[in-house]
């Protein structure tokens, strides 16, 4: 069964620095889609990036980024000049390939809360 | 544009009472819809999934059922409540696109 693990369950970071969340799964399938997302205070759950397991290039989203080593099978995701607004938990997530079915059920793992120190 | 609509937002109910949870979603047509529970400071569980109307699976055993009686409306419910239903409750769909797109969720607590 596939797993997703983030070790960090807290991080800090100073405004304006640099910040990277960790992440690492297990699967057997090759094909598959890796995604990061923000849950703020209001709980609700924020796509901030994808990314597709068959590119080898790594996603960018404005101040987001991602370090995606397949062979490792990690998934990190790096924020730039961080805003006090990126206080969040995190949550790096897994999506099944779903088969005929196509479900896509998305497997998350356990989060990592992030302070921004003004 | 697609919106994610759930009610209601919170909801304090007695152990032993029933449960009816809504979302709804605009926008789009034929999605797959999800159900999830977070409990406090921890991640996701899927509880039930849908891909068309009148079809759920259930991911984990428990005393909760899902139906989806229209398109775009996903209805989680329960008979009796028990303390272990709290937590925070996340509807989600997704339509042609790989990821998927969360309600504002609804915080549900058990007494």
């Known amino acids: 069964a596939q797993t997703v693990t983030q070790s960090q369950p807290e991080m800090s970071v100073q405004e304006a620095e640099t910040v990277t969340l960790s992440c690492t799964y297990d699967?057997?399938?090759?094909?598959?889609?890796l995604f990061w997302y923000k849950q703020p205070p209001s709980r609700q759950m924020i796509l901030v990036i994808r990314?597709?397991?068959?590119?080898?290039q790594n996603a960018t989203e404005n101040r987001f980024s991602v370090n995606f080593q397949k062979a490792a099978k990690s998934f990190s995701l790096k924020i730039s000049d961080s805003q006090l607004g990126d206080a969040a938990m995190y949550f790096c997530?897994?999506?099944?390939?779903?088969?005929?079915?196509?479900?896509?059920?998305?497997?998350f793992g356990q989060g990592t809360t992030l302070q921004v120190k003004p | 544009s697609q919106t994610i609509h759930q009610w209601p937002a919170t909801l304090v109910q007695p152990v032993g009472s029933p449960l009816s949870l809504e979302c709804t979603v605009e926008?789009?047509?034929?999605?797959?819809l999800y159900w999830y529970r977070q409990a406090a400071g921890r991640g996701l569980q899927l509880l039930f999934y849908?891909?068309?109307?009148?079809?759920i699976s259930s991911e984990v055993p428990q005393n909760l059922s899902a139906s989806r009686p229209q398109d775009r409306q996903f209805i989680l419910s329960s008979k009796k409540l028990l303390l272990s239903d709290s937590g925070f409750y996340l509807c989600?769909?997704?339509?042609?696109?790989?990821?998927?797109?969360f309600g504002p969720g609804t915080r549900l607590t058990v007494l």
């Open positions: 989600a769909w997704r339509g042609r696109w790989p990821e998927q797109f």
């Open positions: 699967t057997s399938e090759s094909d598959y889609y």
């Open positions: 990314q597709e397991a068959y590119k080898q």
């Open positions: 997530a897994y999506r099944t390939p779903g088969g005929s079915s196509n479900t896509g059920k998305l497997i």
């Open positions: 926008g789009t047509s034929n999605p797959n």
């Open positions: 849908s891909v068309g109307i009148g079809q």
